[in-house]
Each structure stands twice: as structure tokens, then as C-alpha cells.
């Protein structure tokens, strides 16, 4: 007995002088060495939760494959039961009782549901973007989720894209603080209440051709570097567990399968660690992009670096054969192999498979008073004031209100596209979220007005997609006017329906439905104030509102809480502060749009007021956004000094000149005048949130790093020239509204 008790102590000893990275090596490498080729190929095997319905289907083809050590992870597929069952499968029923990782789509939380991600970005809050996560993760862990398929970091320039919702908008910059944001708060330290991000789409995916969902790409690798990597490469410095690929091919090769982009760029040249799983269905699309059948695409895929194939069977189908065949080696399967156990390792899942797995949780820790509090005040600040004449906004709580519109009485949209854990019977419409807000102090007339199109039939997949009944147009157009004959205030609740954002949801035409408009223009005629509420998973085109409503508001899809969060800012109890991070176009035709974009040698000034021969514009429209990148007014004013520029601090003075205590977001541009290769007009490199009360001034300083100054050259090469650079800092990326400065960088 003395004999065993030293050997043990001695085996302790030795674990303690190991460090975590090292002891986590240890233990993979002892299990793999038990493994078999068929359990190694197992645990690359990602397989849906649809097909395990029940927890009463015990002879699920799922448990089957977790009893046989086959199934790496399971996605789409919640709950303690369910999730114990398989759990189960592996931990007791397998040779080596590998667990199973549980992922799903928590991409703007779990049950409490937070603005789409698009929305979040136009915070500017990285704080509470990060609380975001973190909160989303506690929930989503309290229901047996270890891994979220989010954030999403594609670069998206093109608003016809519907996967433009669940992104960061147009800037690399904003688009990494986001990206870095949003994989602490969801890893955290890898507790009991953390998971494991996954960064999406690698790579490019947002720059899709004609703004269609799936399409090609094409691109030059000094733009991917200095314009779309930024994001993907920040979290992966953030320590991100796994990245997901993307649909598209990046030169010429279907991304699953490139090994330049995986091994070299991502692994190799950023030094991440993680593993990589591919998109649904990926590896099985590599044939319809013209590069084999599914063993040979399996083959490529994982020689290329990919180490999970999601729901497309080829690894598990064909490896093996594979490998008898000379066309993957053992020393493939086994690279793949470790690094899926090591994040296993990592989620504490070897320690204990039932980690994620306490039922008490669930009613402690989901949709919480405390998480919809936190929820509430992120909607408000997410929405982004785009015009206020006559200072119309914010209301009083007075007279007779008419509530009018396809969202005012709506609540299967509120919580946007991505949402499917939200609890909808629980979120409240606008329509009644004013009225309990307005009790005894004003009169709401509520009526539905239009449809959202003037389409019955409008389907996806031989499914309408349109939440809301279509009703007789001309019915609800009656029904619209009495109510607002009745009215002193008109508030029009109109825009997208939530799922015409979001995968496969792309648009040809962003401008405001024909339907929508019909109601507008007989609102118009009344002589009433209007305040628009423009609900939208994208940035839309809004030039015949800007001309016609005189308040408009963005409200985008602000989630479990967002009709609360909207009369909270409508009266003035929160005041607007969310500033755009896509350009709004003037029409659809000016799209891909964004501000940061390379000069032309024939340019047209900003907010040129005609078409000039033989210059780069438009016979129809000019070239400029109908509201900018950075844009968003408040309820106050705010006066910037001009920059004073003392070596590389920059510094402007911010005073609020208003009647309301606000927050403002300071932004810093960089233009470099002169460089080996052809450099953007602006670029985001600095930001900073900031609150003032009325009357209140405070100095805001940037200091100008070498990173803000460096590019990726022709040779792909990071360096700094030496020249001169303009800095910018002003309220948004408009020139007119941007204080500039000279920074001479000589050595």
C-alpha cells in the first residue's frame, strides 16, 4: 500500500510540473494511441439532431453511431434529455467513452434573444457586445450547448446579401473589436458557463457575386489581406477554438478544400491553434463546384487542413478507403483526430462528460429578469436615428397616437432572423408595449395599414415566408386612414419581414416595398407628423422616405426585448446613439457600397450634386451613400474641436451642445496620402464611446500606432511607409463632418 501511495503521489507531482497546454497533449496522445482508425475517423464526424427526435427514440441511428465511437459532435439539438441519452451512447456504451460536443446557431443569444448581429455592431459598444455573448453562453450552456456556430466576421459590402444581418457591416477594423468582443464573451475562461466559439464564414463569404447567397468569389490576396482577413485573424488572436468554412471558393478552390487558406494562412501564418469544421453539407458541394466526387473531396478536405465534416457523411464514408487507397496517410487522420479531442479537452468534456448537462440550470439561468434588463438596454442602443426635422423625437406621452404598419402589432419578427431558442409567446408587440407604456396618459389607435408586399403568393421553397396573414389590401388601407384621421401623431411600423434577411434570404431590390409605400403616401396627405420605424436585417434604400417623412428610425430586429427598448427611446426615456456600420444606399444600384473604398483616377467629389463627362459617377444618382458609415444623429448636438495633433496623439474636443445627456462615438480615419500601391480614401482605425451630459466638454485622444499606419504591400508584406497621413476624427466618415490634421511619419 506504501508502494502505490508514493507511485500515485509521484504521478500527481509529475501532473503539476506539466503546464495545461502540455498536460492537455499528454492525455490526447495516451487516448489516440488506444484509438482505432475507425474511432479516429468518428470523431470527425459532425451529424445533425434531426435525426434523433425524441428522447425516447433509443434506436436512433444518432445513438447508434455514438454507442460505436463514430460521432464526433451533434448540432441542432437542445435539452437535457435529449443531450443526456447521447451522452450516454458515447460515455458508457463506446470502447473508449469519447463524449460528444453539442453545437447550435446561438448567433444573437440563446432564449434571450439580443438585436441581430448587425444591429449589435451599430453599438459600438464592445463591452456589452462581449456581455452579449457571455450572457448568451450561460444560457445556452444551461441547456447542454458547449459550442456556438458564431460570430460571424464576414466582411459584407453588398446589402443585397441577406447574410449581411448576422455580420458586423463593412469595416475590417470595427468588424475584429467585434470579432475579438464576441469570442471572449463566449469562451471566457472555459467554465461550466462558457463555449466554444466558432469563427465563421473562412473566408470571403461576404463578398459573394451580385449579393447571392452561395455564389463565387473572386479576389486579389492584397485585398483579402488588408480588407476582408482583419476580422478572421483578430479572432483567432482572441484564441477562438474553431473556425468554420466557407461555401465559396477563394482562388478558384472550394475553401473546405484550400489548403493555402487553412494550413498557410489561418494556421501557419496567424498560429492558430484550433480545429476547423466545414459549413453544412461543404465537402458534399465540392463535386457541384467541378473538383470530384465525394471521396476524392473528402480526401482534399482534409489534406487541406479540415478536420470536422458537418452532416455530409464523407469522412466517415469514405475515409478509410481513402487511406487503404495511398491517398491520405494515417498521420492526415491522426492531426485531424487531435485537435477535435483537444477541444473536447479543453470544454472539460473528458473530465466530465455531463458538464453541460444540470438540469437545475435551466431555471436559474435562462430568459432571466436580469438577461432581458441587460437585453433591453442593448436594443436601445443599437437603433440609429437617421432624420428628426422639426426635432419631432423624441414624444410626449400625449394626445391620441395612431400605431400603424405590418410590424406595429407583430410578435414573431421582433426577434429577428437566427433566433430559433427565442421565446416568442413571451415578447410583446409594439402595440402593446405602448399601450401598457402609455396607460392613462395617451390613446393608441392601432391598425395593420398594408401588408408587407403587395404579394399574397411570394414563397421559399413552396413555403410562404411571410409571418404575418395577407389581408385584403384595400380593407387595411381604410383601416390605416380612420385611425389616422383620428390621430395627432402618425408612428408607421413598416420595413422587411424578419426572414427576408438572413441565409438565403437575398434581395434584387432594397427599396421600400410598392405596398408599404401606397400606405405612406395616403398617411402623407393627412398633414400629420410621421415617425418611420424602419425594421430591416440589412441596410435598405430609403431615399423616397428621406424626402417625404420627416423622422425615421432604424430599429433593424431588436430581439426578445425590442418593442420595450423602442418606446423606451420613441419617449425619451433612452436617447438614440446607434451609428451605422453599412452605407445606406441611394438605390440599389450603387451596391456593393462602402465608404472605405480605393480612388479612382477620374473622381468625383463627395456629395457632387451632377453627373461631370468622363468622370467615375452615375447619369442617375451621385455617388455617395444617402446616409453614411458612422452616421446616426441623437437628440442632442455635439461640437468638435479641431484637431491638435502633438507627435502621434491626436486630439479633439467633444462638447455637448444639446438638451439631452448623451453618448456620443468619437471616430478616428486614416488616410495615407502616398504609398508603393493604391491606398482607401478613409479608414476606420479608432473609436471611442463616450457619454456626456448636457453642457458637458472632454478631450478625446487617439494615439496613432504603427499598426493604424501599415498595409499589406504587393509582396504581402506588413510594413509602414514612411509620408504623410491625414487624420480624421469626427462623428461619422462624411468629409464634411470630419476634422483633418497632417501626421508627417519621416523614419
Known sequence: MHRLTLTIMACLLSCLALTAQEERERFVSDLMAKMTVEEKIGQLNLMPGSSFSTGEQKDSPLLQLAAEGKLGAVLNMSGEKDLRLLQDAANRKSRLGIP???????IHGYETVFPIPLAMSCSWDMEAIEQSARIAAKEATADGICWTFSPMVDIALDARWGRIAEGSGEDPFLGGCIAEAMVRGYQGNFSEQNMMACVKHYA?????????????VDMSRIRMFNQYFPPYKAAAKAGAGSFMTSFNIVD???????????????????????????????IDEIAAHGLGNLSKASAMA????TDMDMCSGGFIKTLTQSLDEGKITLQDIDTACKRVLEAKYRLGLFHNPYRFLDSKRRSTDIFTPEHRRFARQMAAKTFVLLKNDGNILPLKPQGRIALIGPMAHNRANMAGTWAPMARRSEIVSLKEAMEQRLEDKAHI??????????????????????AAPWKNPDTLLVEAISAAEKADMIICAMGEESEMSGESHCRASLEIFDAQQRLLEQLLKLGKPIVLLNFAGRPTVMTWEQNHIPAIMNVWFGGSEASDAICDVLFGEAVPSGKLTVSMPQATGQEPLYYNQLPTGRPVGENAQRFRLYKSNYLDVRNDPLYPFGYGLSYTTFDYSDITLEGRTATVRVS???????????QLYIHDVEAS???????????????????????????????????????????????????MIGPDSSMKNLKKATLSITD
Open 302 to 305: 482534409l489534406k487541406a487542413g
Open 656 to 666: 455637448n451642445t444639446g438638451n439631452y445627456d448623451a453618448d456620443e462615438i468619437v
Open 677 to 727: 500601391i493604391s491606398r482607401p480614401v478613409k479608414e476606420l482605425k479608432g473609436f471611442k464611446r463616450i457619454h456626456l451630459a448636457k453642457g458637458e466638454s472632454t478631450q478625446v485622444s487617439f494615439t496613432i500606432t504603427d499598426d493604424m499606419l501599415s498595409f499589406y504591400n504587393q509582396e504581402l508584406e506588413y510594413v509602414l511607409e514612411p509620408g504623410d497621413f491625414e487624420i
Open 252 to 282: 478558384y478552390l472550394p475553401a473546405t478544400a484550400n489548403r493555402w487558406l487553412l494550413d498557410y494562412v489561418l494556421r501557419k501564418g496567424w498560429g492558430w491553434k484550433g480545429f476547423i469544421v466545414t459549413d453544412y453539407g461543404a
Open 100 to 106: 460528444v460536443m453539442a453545437g447550435l446557431d446561438v
Open 204 to 216: 470571403l463569404y461576404g463578398a459573394a457575386e451580385a449579393g447571392r447567397d452561395y455564389n463565387t
Open 445 to 466: 389607435d392601432y391598425a395593420q395599414g398594408c401588408n408587407f408586399t403587395g404579394d399574397p403568393v411570394l414563397q421559399a421553397d413552396g413555403g410562404a415566408w411571410i
